[in-house]
């Protein structure tokens, strides 16, 4: 055996048997392997948000087979693939539809790859001429195992160069020309806490007090160590606990108090004399483009902009 874990991530949710028939395939192939469920209820579809999950998890992971799935294209053109990294150290398996190459870019890229067509590794199923609406199960989980067993990634697939895999696109910050600092919330958890596309060197010299808007009014942030340091009532700017920049209240949701979603758009400002974090200050969310912020924008606190 060459490996003995398997991460496993997917928009399945926990409602249906999705993860528990991946479970159940993997262990058939492979009954000495151990899963480790790193998240499951990523947002159907949203490539994105699983994308940038791995990217921050993939650090932490133990040595093995990662497993991702989020795959609205199922059963398309789009490609099954098998990614090797630190020369054969690690292998990421999923769609090659922008999900896996954050993690892959933060682990230095990848040595090798190859799309899955060998069928020899896949699960038999009743009609293999009806293209598969469940690749978690019929193909991606029975290759972790196999790839853990020792099977070579040059059986599993026909090689391709990493190079022509499908990017994952992640915003990057961006300066203003008065001094701004252009930003995207990346991922809002499930206390409320929402993390931005800003590394805290990208402020350095700036003042305690930052403008940033967040959906309906626009406020101060207060730049603080902790969420305990965070004034009552105020909003705290604070690096977290994957080094970047992230919004936060303390023992509450920063997401429904400034009504913000993954994907907005703010613009961050020092305050220069500054000294509060219940300021308003005249700085605006901003959308994306092709956008529309109005009702149609669901909040995190079930608010519709209203």
Known sequence: MRFNTITFLSDYGLDDEFVGVVHSVIRSAAPDVRVIDLAHNIAPHDVRAGGLALARSVQYMAPGVVLAVVDPGVGTTRRPVVVEVADGQAYLVGPDNGLLAPAVAMVGGATTAAVLDNTDYHLERFDPTVPSTFDGRDVFAPVAAHLCLGVPLTELGTPIDPALLMPGLLPISEPDEDGALRA?????????????????????????????????????????????DIPTGGVGLLVDSYGLLALAVDRGSVAAELHLAEGDQLTLRPVEGGVGSGQSSPVSLTTKPGEVQGPSRTRPDGDHGQ
């Open 184 to 228: 995207e919330v990346l991922w809002i958890d499930r206390f409320g806490n929402a993390q931005l596309n800003v590394d805290p060197v990208d402020i350095a010299g700036w003042p305690t007090t930052i403008a940033v808007s967040g959906g309906r009014l626009p406020r101060n942030a207060v730049r603080v160590a902790t969420f305990g």
